[in-house]
């Protein structure tokens, strides 16, 4: 289980809460949308579209957050022959002209694979800082309220470039 204080992007909405976890580099991020209820993770799904993840990451604000996530790895593997060879890359897998990359005649390309890796460990992933600067009348301390943002239960999370606002990656953990 990671167990992180800091401050995160940080949205709330009447039947999920959202987080924002920025890895190196500040571009690439993971958001985690838990549902409030143990059973609210298919209600989420259907809501899913590009549109929704868009202004999901427009409501965040950075505010310190307890975050206690859980350990998880998923790896996804699929060939792209078919998929190229659809989008009319076909010579490449017959006897293609690769003589560039050697003097025999028979070369092809036999396979082509893509593969993802997601994984989040004890270390989690390096949060962003930001700090503000706030001019105002004196008067009693305001207490800062901390929520805790506690993964035990079935949720979504997606990767996403924050340049672009492509989604790189979506996926459900169903089983902690």
């Known amino acids: 289980m990671m167990h992180k204080k800091d401050r995160f992007g940080y949205a709330e909405r009447d039947s999920f809460t959202l ?16 549902p409030r209820f143990m059973d609210g993770l298919s209600s989420l799904e259907k809501q899913l579209t ?19 996530l859980p350990k998880f790895k998923i790896e996804y593997t699929k060939s792209l022959v ?3 060879q659809d989008l009319g890359m076909r010579s490449a897998f017959e006897a293609a002209d690769l003589g560039g990359m050697s003097c025999s005649q028979d070369l092809y390309v ?16 390096e949060a962003a800082a930001a700090t ?8 009693m301390p305001i207490r800062e309220v901390v929520p805790d943002f506690v993964v035990d239960h079935p949720f979504l999370f997606a990767i996403v470039d924050m340049k672009s606002n492509a989604t ?8 902690l």
């Open 19 to 34: 987080l924002h976890l920025p890895y190196v580099g500040k571009n690439i991020a993971m958001m985690v949308l838990l």
């Open 50 to 68: 590009t549109k929704f993840l868009e202004e999901l990451r427009k409501e965040m604000r950075p505010i310190k957050v307890n975050v206690s």
């Open 82 to 84: 078919g998929t190229l």
């Open 110 to 125: 036999s396979d082509v694979f893509h593969k993802a890796v997601v994984e989040v460990n004890e270390e989690g992933s």
């Open 132 to 139: 503000a600067v706030m001019v105002g009348l004196r008067c």
């Open 168 to 175: 790189l990656f979506l996926g459900r953990i169903s089983e």
